[in-house]
């Protein structure tokens, strides 16, 4: 269930998205209790300003980072994220990953322009981000385990067999070879005509 579930989610996502293009880094499989680091990167080096932006429709605000090193980052984000590096080249570290952190993360540009217009560029470094339940976690755990555990039946039952074939080998040749051993030492008899040799004897005589 929790498998459907996944792909049903990055499925809808990525159907809606556009982080197939170059320079994303496409879908990230998180862990609940994990971590993940987004790396935003942009080719223009006057940019000044940095939003990490998350949803499909792009309006869920996450950090803020301009060129002066000032920070701003969301509520629920704040105590587990760290800020590396200067605008335009950030490293997003996010810590302690929960289901209701899956989504698509943008890293989106600004830069201040003479015409005041202030455009907005995508940079590089968006990612799917997808976080697999706990419950889901112990079940893949436990499937692995099942998978080990009956390789390992398997291999004893193979190794069982061949050993079971190698003895009967072994009997067969020891039994072959003790016959023809007591066949050698007893040589055969030939039929004999002594009954007759002494009757014509006795006639002679």
């Known amino acids: 269930m929790c498998a459907a579930l ?81 605008v335009p080249n950030v490293d997003i570290f996010i810590t302690n990953l929960t289901v209701e952190d899956t989504g698509a993360y943008w890293c989106i540009y600004q830069k201040f322009t003479p015409s005041m217009d202030f455009p907005k560029t995508k940079g590089s470094g968006s990612v799917l981000l997808v976080v697999a339940g706990p419950q889901c976690d112990k079940s893949t755990q436990a499937d692995q385990s099942q998978r080990s555990y009956d390789l390992a039946l398997v291999l004893i039952a193979i190794f069982v067999i061949v050993l079971f074939i190698i003895c009967m080998v072994v009997i067969i040749w020891l039994k072959r070879k003790i016959s023809s051993v007591r066949g050698a030492k007893e040589p055969r008899r030939l039929p004999t005509n002594d009954v007759y040799e002494d009757m014509r004897a006795t006639i002679r005589r």
């Open 6 to 86: 996944f792909r049903l989610i990055t499925a809808l996502l990525v159907c809606s998205s556009a982080l197939s293009g170059v320079g994303n880094n496409g879908v990230v499989q998180g862990h609940f209790g994990g971590s993940v680091t987004i790396q935003c990167r942009h080719p223009d080096q006057r940019q000044d300003f940095l939003y990490l932006v998350r949803g499909v429709s792009e309006d869920d605000q996450v950090l803020v980072k301009n060129k002066k090193h000032n920070s701003s980052i969301k509520a629920e984000f704040k105590k587990r994220t760290q800020v590396n590096g200067d």
